[in-house]
């Protein structure tokens, strides 16, 4: 019996969605939202219209207390602190609905169709406007209790570094993230830098300066070597304590990987003992459509698992 799951990888500008019947994708479509406003009555509309569908999964930028409570979700004001059960579930016709953190469902997708395919334990980290951090271990999602683990975008990386919007100082989210992007550019135009890129620092976008870089422009290059630096310190404390099969490193930031790449290495391996030294580290596969897949397939294997 075919089943029919929907996927909603929910961003701080945009909504993606499509449906999975147990062979293919289809129906996918993108919605551009406000996120200071309600955008979920149409998304709930449209889902109670379709007929035969068994269950919903759904991938949200923040971290979700019990799988319920939208904790810390600075890009998405009008769910902050609300209950998604309330929210969401409780209007919807369908039964089986599943919340969580959007980088988990991304690493979902990854582990079912890309390269972290059939992995028993890897970490994964997304590169976008923050930092966001999975892990598999025996092959299922660590969670940590109530859900609120695997954060590793809060890691500190130097506890004298620029101010996160978490609390802390330096965090991999600080260097390795557009908001790290930035922190870098303000510094180097405090230093007196005059460069197109550090005139106005927080308009400046990721993919500038990976034009940049990839024109050798040392300023650019030198934001992706501090980058490299911060995932190479990160990874080495993740592989003493997890060991992980791969490291696989998605999201925007990721189409500069071949530019950082080298960077991590460098740093990384002056970091772990000789037995961690071989880890690989590699660019995810799938495409920015790897959190709705992933939500699509966590529903899928969710429902299965009840029949
Ligand atoms: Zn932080």
């Not at 609120?148 to 890691?155: P, R, T, W």
């Not at 500038?208 to 190479?232: H, R, S």
Request: glycine content about 12%.
């Amino acid at each position: 019996m075919k089943i029919l799951t929907a996927g909603i990888d929910i961003g701080g500008t945009r909504v993606k969605l499509c449906l999975f019947d147990g062979n293919k994708f289809f129906d996918e479509k993108i919605f551009e939202i406000n996120p200071e406003e309600d955008f979920l009555t149409g998304i709930i509309e449209y889902l109670n219209g379709i007929e035969e569908l068994e269950g919903v999964g759904f991938g949200i930028p923040g971290v979700i207390e019990d799988g319920k409570i939208l904790k810390f979700a600075p890009n998405l004001p009008f769910l902050f602190g609300k209950n998604l059960e309330k929210e969401i579930k409780e209007k919807l016709k369908v039964k089986n609905v599943y919340f969580d953190n959007d980088c988990h469902m991304n690493a979902y997708g990854e582990w079912k169709l890309g390269k972290a395919k059939g992995l028993e334990c890897f970490i994964f980290l997304t590169l976008g406007t923050g930092v966001g951090g999975a892990v598999f271990i025996e092959k299922k999602l660590f969670r940590g209790y109530k859900n609120l683990g695997a954060e590793f975008g809060h890691i500190t990386v130097d506890p004298e570094g620029p101010v996160c919007n978490c609390g802390n100082r330096g965090c991999l989210e600080s260097y390795a993230s557009k908001n790290g992007i930035r922190n870098f550019l303000f510094k180097k135009k405090k230093e007196g830098a005059q460069h197109f890129l550090t005139k106005n620092p927080e308009k400046v976008e990721p993919e500038v300066v990976y034009k940049f870089a990839k024109n050798g422009d040392l300023l650019a290059l030198e934001c992706f070597k501090y980058i490299g630096w911060a995932l190479g310190i990160a990874l080495s404390d993740f592989a003493k304590v997890f060991s992980p099969q791969k490291f696989i490193i998605g999201g925007g930031i990721a189409n500069a990987f071949e530019i950082f790449y080298p960077y991590i290495l460098e740093e990384y391996s002056q970091r772990v003992p000789s037995y961690l030294l071989n880890i690989p580290v590699e660019k995810a596969e799938l495409s920015d459509k790897a959190g709705m897949y992933g939500a699509c397939l966590y529903a899928y294997d969710r429902v299965s698992e009840k029949k």
